[in-house]
């Protein structure tokens, strides 16, 4: 009988932390984004030493105390979970602990403080409360489009690179080190950094055989930054007709309403599965319930 109360309590405690659907869900998330984009600032600030030198008690204290609410949190995340490993081990699991551990991992080592800034990465939380998970079908084409087009776009970048060591190269002999052209490599470097068109200008070529090549480099730049673009967008649009195509076969068939497609926020507390339907009763990868088991 002693159970019971406990699992209704761990119930309750994920359906606060890892649900933003509901009233007190949403609410944790939302103190939860303020918090971390606080902790951001403190850093950001400390990282000034003006400020750090005038308000540096402040910004140390505050530091811990939204550590050790970090702290707090990651351990209820592991209490309120069926499989703690299963949250360890996943990428939010992986994010919040290291969100966490710098500000400890200071005491010891020197420098390593500012890697609180980690914490920016569990920003994506975002993502739950604002139920943007119904948009990503247009990301998974995109990222399908670009894993299909890895092999092409591998090719190349493989040309650009042995056109950027022809380059690099000829300018080694074309200008030397008189012009700031010491080596081969530096010479690649800076034909590397012409054809992208970044331009830092610590190395110009000075001759005018050397600023004709030049020039040819930079025009040569604007048409190499369109090619993988062009790449990815005609497989994103091969991808996209080819589902079109599949979608007329089906006689009558209609665009889903947005409702019927909608996703909530629930999370599998057996499987920290999440994508569920809305009205979704069971985890659709392991079959678990998701509805909190009421107490008798």
Not at 143 to 148: D, H, R
Not at 188 to 209: E, F, M, N, Q, R
Not at 269 to 281: E, F, I, P, V
Request: hydrophobic content about 45%.
């Amino acid at each position: 009988m002693g159970t019971k109360p406990y699992k209704r309590w761990q119930g309750r405690l994920h359906e606060i932390i890892y649900e933003a659907d509901t009233p007190a869900g949403k609410l944790f998330d939302v103190v939860l984004l303020i918090v971390i984009i606080a902790s951001i600032l403190l850093v950001m600030l400390e990282s000034v030493k003006s400020i750090d030198a005038q308000y540096h008690m402040f910004l140390n204290i505050s530091e811990w105390i939204i550590t050790i609410l970090f702290t707090i949190e990651y351990i209820l995340r592991i209490v309120t979970v069926k499989k703690p490993l299963k949250y360890i081990t996943s990428f939010y699991g992986i994010i919040d602990l290291l969100s966490t551990l710098p500000k400890y991992l200071s005491l010891i080592f020197a420098g390593t403080h500012a890697l609180v800034a980690l914490r920016a990465l569990r920003l994506l939380r975002v993502f739950r409360i604002l139920k943007l998970a119904r948009f990503m079908g247009a990301s998974n084409h995109l990222a399908a489009a670009i894993k299909s087009s890895r092999a092409k776009i591998s090719v190349f970048l493989f040309a650009v690179v042995i056109v950027a060591t022809i380059f690099g190269t000829i300018m080694y002999l074309v200008e030397g080190e008189a012009s700031g052209f010491n080596n081969i490599p530096r010479s690649i470097y800076w034909s590397i950094v012409t054809l992208t068109t970044v331009g830092y200008g610590d190395i110009a070529p000075v001759t005018p055989l050397g600023q004709f090549i030049a020039s040819f480099i930079m025009v040569l730049g604007y048409g190499i930054i369109a090619v993988p673009t062009g790449i990815v967008s005609a497989e994103y649009t091969r991808k996209m007709n080819k589902d079109d195509a599949k979608s007329a076969t089906v006689p009558n068939a209609l665009p889903p309403h947005p409702s019927e497609v909608d996703l909530n926020s629930l999370s599998c507390s057996n499987c920290l599965a999440q994508d569920h339907k809305d009205n979704a009763k069971f985890c659709h990868k392991c079959g678990h319930s998701l509805e909190l088991q009421p107490t008798k």
